[in-house]
């Protein structure tokens, strides 16, 4: 039987063949279109290139972003709407781009002041809260669904991860740089965290509406993408919640541990096979998972782990979707030919996301840096753009997103310059509340002390 990985250099032809390798024997078959296999870009470094899809992909955010607020597009067809979470990225990628001379220091201070006056003075917020999209031209929340038309706390988690980071940053003592410092502080200090257990429960919830309330009735369980909001609500200065609060509603006491193997990988904490990969991006943008720990997991490993099963899975293919390598992997929220899906390997819908391998980079460098490779040079004429790496590709269905999202550019940025300096790791968690939240969670990291 021929190797899935190896059918990618034939020349383009329509073939039939097995993924059967254990049997040697016909199994299931089904026409695949092959790729052009000829480089598209001249041959560069490894760095040079990271740098090249850090460059590309911080113009996302700040060529494209909101001329009025300075925020971040849901995505590039969005007009004026912006998000929360796809800014509290953004953010995060400015001082990326000030160490990576993309931009200056005064730039990229310039921003950093028209986006949080904006949030600090035109932008509705709810409790503290901010919704989940924003008008970027009037600060009005723009309902994300019928009765999501309000505060969304896992939203404003990741834009105050990105303030705090910049906060961090920002630290010159001068008039134009403490004021930003105290701006984001009140902002900050605004969110009412213990606010949103509803009436004193042990858990925190994810949406309130003006309008309907608590009527969408979502608690923030783990395991997801969500520790970054319980770390923050411990953290508050003014609205922190309990331990308490997090042990039963985050952990559930323990039940989010999974301990069992799938690809050959044991997945300490989650659903099986570990679920989309943005589950190991989202929180840990800011949060450092190296060296961090608790009673439940090592939290690396939890990442690492994650990130393998989903590599050893597309490697492995069971579904027979064309392309599927250790070359071409990465399964995560995209879109999808009809739409949006959280892919998975227990979701796949035969459609790879390049932020699914590359912002897991510092994870799994090795397999990361070849999948970012095969997606700039085999596949760069129908995925690479004026924004970096388009959302999402389907070799078996010859379709290529046209869209970027903020969600899925922002961790490529960020997460490669973990890789590479740390340097959002080191910002983020030498916030002095994080420090106490954290240990007061039962963390313990290097990075705590």
Same mark, same amino acid.
């Given at each position: 039987m021929l190797r899935k990985s190896l059918l990618l250099f034939i020349p383009a032809v329509w073939l039939g063949f097995s993924c059967d390798s254990k049997k040697q024997e016909p199994g299931p078959v089904r026409p695949v279109t092959l790729i052009d296999s000829t480089d598209k870009f001249p041959r560069i470094s490894d760095d040079a290139l990271l740098t090249l899809v850090q460059q590309q992909t911080f113009k996302y955010f700040w060529d494209f972003a909101h001329p009025i607020s300075g925020l971040a597009r849901e995505r590039n067809t969005s007009g004026d709407i912006v998000t929360s979470g796809g800014s509290g990225f953004g953010i995060m990628t400015i001082p990326v781009g000030i160490e990576r001379k993309f931009i200056t220091r005064e730039q990229g201070l310039a921003r950093m002041q028209q986006i949080v006056d904006f949030l600090? +003075? %035109?932008? +509705? +917020?709810?409790?503290? /809260?901010? =919704?989940h999209w924003i008008n970027g031209a009037t600060g009005a929340t723009v309902p994300f669904s019928d009765k999501d038309n309000g505060a969304d706390l896992v939203e404003t988690s990741y834009l105050i991860q990105g303030l705090l980071t910049a906060r961090q940053y920002f630290n010159a003592n001068n008039a134009a740089e403490n004021t930003l410092r105290a701006d984001i502080q009140t902002i900050w200090q605004n969110v009412e965290w213990d606010w949103f257990t509803q009436g004193n429960q042990n858990v925190l919830y994810w949406h309130w509406s003006p309008a309907f309330g608590w009527a969408m009735n979502l608690p923030v369980r783990g395991w997801n993408e969500c520790l970054i909001t319980y770390v923050l609500a411990a953290s508050s200065p003014t609205h922190a919640i309990s331990k308490a609060v997090y042990e039963n509603g985050w952990t559930q006491n323990g039940g989010f541990v999974n301990g069992q193997a799938y690809q050959g990988v044991t997945l300490p904490l989650g659903e099986a096979s570990g679920g989309p990969l943005f589950f190991a991006h989202y929180s840990f943008l800011g949060i450092d998972p190296t060296g961090l720990t608790d009673r439940f997991t090592n939290y690396f490993t939890q990442n690492k782990n994650h990130t393998l099963i989903n590599y050893n899975y597309c490697v492995a293919n069971p579904l027979v979707h064309a392309g599927y390598s250790d070359q071409c992997w990465g399964l995560t929220a995209s879109d999808i030919p009809d739409g949006y899906t959280a892919s998975s390997p227990t979701n796949d819908k035969g459609v790879i996301a390049p932020t /699914? /391998? $590359?912002?897991?980079? =510092? @994870?799994? =460098? $090795?397999?990361?840096? %070849? /999948?970012? %490779?095969?997606? @700039?040079y085999k596949l760069g004429d129908k995925l690479w753009g004026e924004y970096g790496f388009r959302d999402a590709f389907s070799i078996e269905q010859r379709w290529y997103a046209s869209s970027y999202l903020a969600i899925d550019q922002g961790p490529m940025v960020i997460m490669i310059e973990n890789y590479r300096t740390s340097l959002l790791w080191k910002l983020f968690m030498s916030s002095p509340e994080v420090k106490t939240g954290m240990k007061k969670l039962g963390f313990t990291s290097p990075k705590l002390n």
């Open positions: 600090k +003075t %035109k932008t +509705t +917020t709810y409790h503290g /809260a901010f =919704p /699914a /391998a $590359v912002s897991s980079i =510092p @994870y799994t =460098p $090795v397999e990361s840096m %070849k /999948a970012l %490779k095969f997606f @700039y």
